[in-house]
């Protein structure tokens, strides 16, 4: 699985990729990580507002730093777990 974050770097999308890599680690799934800078690729994406999290391609949230339970909540419907 591919975590990806959407996002410039700024301190929001720092925060919101040590969110997912807890939850993720929290949750022992086998993933990977993916920081997606390039401002194209997110409008591409169909992201408006970052930072941003998206797995596998398929953005789940956008505009707001999600908590490590929130993460996993969207983890979980993601995978139906």
Known sequence: MKIQILGTGCPK???L???AIQA???LNLEYE???I???QKIIEMGV???PAIAVDGRVLAYGHVLSPEGIK???KDYLGI
């Open 13 to 15: 999308c720092i925060k």
């Open 17 to 19: 990729e040590e969110n």
């Open 24 to 26: 993720a680690n929290e």
């Open 33 to 35: 990580i993916e920081k």
């Open 37 to 39: 800078k390039d401002i």
């Open 48 to 50: 408006r507002m970052t």
């Open 73 to 75: 909540k969207l983890l």
